[in-house]
């Protein structure tokens, strides 16, 4: 099984970046050792801000088909969801309406995972319920999401581990989710 997993932040110091990586290493600790997964910095797939004018002129820019390129090659995706100002970041969705340009379904019919970290207790509450309500519609099978809020308190920074037991519970049983072959099989 090959999964793509990813922050939806350009920040080198995402709290989200940290919560994806960590997701991955419990994922091949613990659920699914045999896993490939195709790690992605959106860093490398800069490029201009979308508008139909640049589409029309240039076409789509090829950090854009590589990253849906990459969707289509995984099996599975887990992405982690900085919250600004209620939804996704700027760089997130610049990438996002490229690729949605290049086919509406962009998530390619691949089950998805959706995380947040936040610094604050509603931990990426916004985000998560926007995106959870567009992903059904970009092709995505969602097999769920989880927020994990007061960051400073949930991550133990010497542990590099998260510190609250049903954080990684939770964590745990969303991974699960994410390799099972179908949602019939996913525990009560």
Do not use: C
Not at 99 to 118: D, H, N, T, Y
Not at 135 to 142: K, Q, S
Not at 165 to 187: M, N
């Amino acid at each position: 099984m090959r999964i793509l997993a990813f922050a939806a932040s350009n920040s080198r110091r995402s709290i989200n970046r940290v919560l994806v990586e960590n997701a991955v290493s419990r994922l091949h600790d613990t659920i699914a050792p045999e896993a490939k997964t195709e790690r992605l910095d959106l860093n490398d797939y800069d490029m201009p801000i979308y508008s139909i004018d640049r589409e029309r002129e240039a076409g789509i820019p090829a950090p854009a088909l590589d990253f849906f390129g990459q969707i289509g090659a995984a099996d599975a995706v887990l992405v982690s969801y900085a919250e600004h100002n209620g939804s996704v970041t700027a760089a997130w969705k610049n990438l996002f309406d490229w690729m949605s340009r290049i086919e509406m379904k962009l998530w390619q019919g691949k089950p998805l995972v959706m995380l947040a970290a936040s610094p604050g207790s509603r931990a990426g509450a916004g985000v998560l319920a926007d995106q959870s309500r567009l992903a059904p519609h970009f092709g995505a099978e969602l097999r769920g999401t989880l927020g994990i809020g007061k960051w400073a308190e949930a991550w133990d920074a010497e542990a590099l581990a998260l510190a609250r037991p049903e954080d990684r519970a939770a964590l745990d049983a969303l991974l699960f989710r994410l390799v099972q072959p179908s949602r019939e099989t996913f525990p009560a």
